[in-house]
């Protein structure tokens, strides 16, 4: 077995006995006390058997991410410290001293291409059973929709985290964060796809725990990016936030990692400390059965049922179009579907994750008037199509906002939705409509309004159609020549 890539061997590795809040003695290990305990050897680097790979030369490492790595494996942090969990859980990872968002802390190494991914020591193509360093001691840590938002926000204020995560030069990167339209729309994407793809994070782990529990759980401080170098992967561990000493660090192993494994263990969840919240062993079962939900068409269906999922939305998209012509509805002309419309979804979240979309034109269907929606041409033509609207029709109950109860939660979203779009508290300001000036349709409704400034018509007018295409029934209004965003809460058809 050959190292493709060198790191610097620390001549001693701290470890604990227990979590560093809780107090102790660091010990230091050698590199062969290291192996004989924990049956592995250690290596901060990456290793092969396939001669076919070649070494990596430091002096080819030219992006950002490739030199931050290099970096990172001549100059290994020295704080970063093996601690006992308990003897279920083995060991995690934790810090001595602070680090700062966009920190590549380590790579995960191990060995490359050996054709096992379902190790419990395993990251994509890197398997660290045998072989490997700190990163093979961080716990999972759920990631929630929240932290990878404001992760990816941060980044837009950091040039050389930017360049990292998007592979380019800093001065491109520069020139990328002054382009206030471009990353306004890339926040867009983000917060899209942290409100509407369940599938890439774990908040099912938590949501049925107290509000004040759910806030003291530990969640992912780590987002790895693969890099690609000589035909090898090389994962980079990069800090997802600022880390404070004593902190558990720790990142999310995926769906695909709990699909494999969740016969026999679930998520455990800490405090930032290390310590347990909860192990929930006899909740195993139901934490199958929510993971196979969540799970159940991402991995099963194929490239051909894909592509005939787009195929039925546009057609879809096309039928809500003709009931717009045929009775006028508002809804429908503004349902269009296009794949090509990267503006607002990419190329990759389409094909990947069409069940979403689906729920959309569904919901818009819904607010269509009966007669308009029990066409059988609806019918999706595959019974695997019929199962996914079936699902999303059910697992997605869209009614008008009637009980006063739901008021409060739409209320919310709305808030969340203009925080997202604007990315400023004090933008997100909305006013009640007085019941006794109510007139015509909105007589009797929960209404808010948000009056912007005369020069920001077009802002005004690009945030209501955000906010219509999630299913408010929003309305452009003007006040004394400023635009005025309306939102009838009452007869907005959100999934809450």
């Given at each position: 077995?050959k190292?493709?890539?060198?790191?610097?061997?620390?001549?001693?590795?701290?470890?604990?006995?227990?979590?560093?809040?809780?107090?102790g003695?660091?010990?230091?290990?050698?590199?062969?006390?290291?192996?004989k305990?924990?049956?592995?050897?250690?290596?901060?680097?990456?290793?092969?058997?396939?001669?076919?790979?070649?070494?990596?030369?430091p002096?080819?490492?030219?992006?950002?991410?490739?030199?931050?790595?290099?970096?990172?494996?001549?100059?290994?942090?020295?704080?970063l410290?093996?601690?006992?969990?308990?003897n279920?859980?083995?060991?995690?990872?934790?810090?001595?001293?602070?680090i700062?968002?966009?920190?590549?802390?380590?790579i995960?190494?191990?060995?490359?291409?050996l054709?096992?991914?379902?190790?419990?020591?395993?990251?994509s193509?890197?398997?660290?059973?045998?072989?490997?360093?700190?990163?093979?001691?961080m716990?999972?840590?759920?990631i929630?929709?929240?932290?990878?938002?404001?992760?990816?926000c941060?980044?837009t204020?950091?040039?050389?985290?930017?360049?990292?995560?998007?592979?380019?030069?800093?001065?491109?990167?520069?020139k990328?964060?002054e382009?206030?339209?471009?990353?306004?729309?890339?926040?867009?994407?983000?917060?899209y796809?942290?409100?509407?793809c369940?599938?890439?994070f774990?908040y099912?782990q938590?949501?049925d725990?107290?509000t004040?529990?759910?806030?003291?759980?530990?969640?992912?401080?780590?987002?790895?990016?693969?890099?690609?170098?000589?035909?090898?992967?090389?994962?980079?561990?990069?800090?997802?936030?600022?880390?404070?000493?004593?902190?558990?660090?720790?990142?999310?192993?995926?769906?695909?990692?709990?699909?494999?494994?969740?016969?026999?263990?679930?998520?455990?969840?800490?405090?930032?400390?290390?310590?347990i919240?909860?192990?929930?062993?006899?909740?195993?079962s139901?934490?199958?059965?929510?993971?196979?939900?969540?799970?159940e068409?991402?991995?099963e269906?194929?490239?051909e049922?894909?592509?005939?999922r787009?195929?039925?939305l546009?057609?879809?998209?096309?039928?809500?179009?003709?009931?717009?012509?045929?009775?006028?509805?508002?809804?429908?002309?503004?349902?269009?579907?296009?794949s090509?419309?990267?503006?607002?979804?990419?190329?990759?979240?389409?094909?990947?994750?069409?069940?979403?979309?689906?729920?959309?034109?569904?919901?818009?269907?819904?607010?269509?008037?009966?007669?308009?929606t029990?066409?059988?041409?609806?019918?999706?033509?595959?019974?695997?199509?019929?199962?996914?609207?079936?699902?999303?029709?059910?697992?997605s109950?869209i009614?008008?906002?009637?009980?006063?109860?739901?008021?409060e939660?739409?209320?919310?979203?709305?808030q969340?939705?203009?925080?997202?779009?604007?990315?400023?508290?004090?933008?997100?300001?909305?006013?009640?409509?007085?019941?006794?000036?109510?007139v015509?349709?909105?007589?009797?409704?929960?209404?808010?309004?948000?009056?912007?400034?005369?020069?920001?018509?077009?802002?005004?007018?690009?945030?209501?159609?955000?906010?219509?295409?999630?299913?408010?029934?929003?309305?452009?209004?003007?006040?004394k020549?400023?635009?005025?965003?309306?939102?009838?809460?009452?007869t907005?058809m959100?999934?809450?």
């Open positions: 077995m190292t493709i890539i060198e790191a610097k061997t620390p001549v001693r590795i701290p470890y604990m006995e227990n979590p560093p809040a809780k107090g003695e660091i010990k230091y290990l050698t590199p062969e006390e290291f192996q305990k924990f049956n592995c050897e250690y290596c901060e680097g990456v290793k092969v058997q396939d001669e076919k790979y070649g070494t990596i030369d002096n080819q490492l030219n992006a950002p991410l490739e030199r931050a790595i290099y970096t990172r494996l001549i100059n290994p942090l020295d704080y410290v093996i601690c006992k969990m308990d279920d859980l083995g060991y995690g990872l934790f810090t001595l001293e602070d700062n968002l966009g920190t590549v802390l380590c995960y190494s191990g060995e490359y291409g054709g096992n991914n379902e190790s419990e020591y395993s990251l193509q890197i398997n660290a059973t045998k072989t490997g360093g700190v990163a093979r001691f716990q999972h840590l759920p929630i929709p929240y932290t990878y938002a404001n992760f990816l941060q980044s204020r950091n040039s050389n985290l930017y360049s990292m995560l998007n592979d380019i030069g800093e001065a491109e990167a520069e990328r964060i382009d206030k339209d471009s990353i306004q729309n890339e926040l867009r994407m983000t917060f796809i942290a409100e509407n369940p599938e890439k774990d099912y938590i949501a725990l107290k004040d529990i759910q806030k003291s759980v530990a969640d992912s401080n780590i987002f790895y990016k693969i890099v690609k170098i000589n035909g090898v992967e090389l994962i980079a561990m990069i800090a997802m936030r600022d880390i404070k000493k004593n902190e558990i660090i720790g990142f999310s192993y995926g769906n695909s990692y709990w699909r494999n494994h969740s016969a026999i263990k679930q998520p455990v969840l800490f405090n930032k400390q290390g310590e919240i909860t192990k929930k062993e006899n909740q195993l139901d934490f199958a059965v929510k993971l196979s939900q969540l799970v068409y991402r991995h269906e194929t490239e049922i894909k592509h005939a787009l195929q039925e546009e057609r879809l998209s096309a039928k809500l179009k003709e009931m717009e012509r045929n009775h006028g509805s508002e809804e429908a002309n503004n349902s269009s579907y296009n090509d419309e990267e503006e607002y979804f990419s190329d990759e979240q389409v094909n990947s994750d069409p069940d979403n979309q689906l729920i959309k034109l569904i919901n818009l269907m819904q607010k269509l008037p009966v007669q308009y029990t066409d059988t041409n609806l019918t999706p033509s595959t019974k695997k199509m019929e199962r996914t609207l079936e699902t999303a029709s059910k697992n109950p009614k008008s906002n009637i009980e006063p109860q739901r008021t939660e739409i209320e919310k979203k709305l969340n939705k203009t925080l997202y779009f604007f990315g400023s508290q004090t933008n997100t300001q909305w006013k009640k409509y007085p019941e006794a000036g109510l015509g349709k909105y007589i009797g409704h929960q209404v808010r309004f948000f009056t912007m400034a005369a020069t920001e018509t077009a802002q005004a007018k690009a945030f209501a159609e955000q906010l219509q295409k999630t299913g408010f029934d929003v309305e452009l209004k003007k006040a020549d400023k635009p005025s965003v309306v939102v009838d809460l009452t907005s959100l999934t809450i």
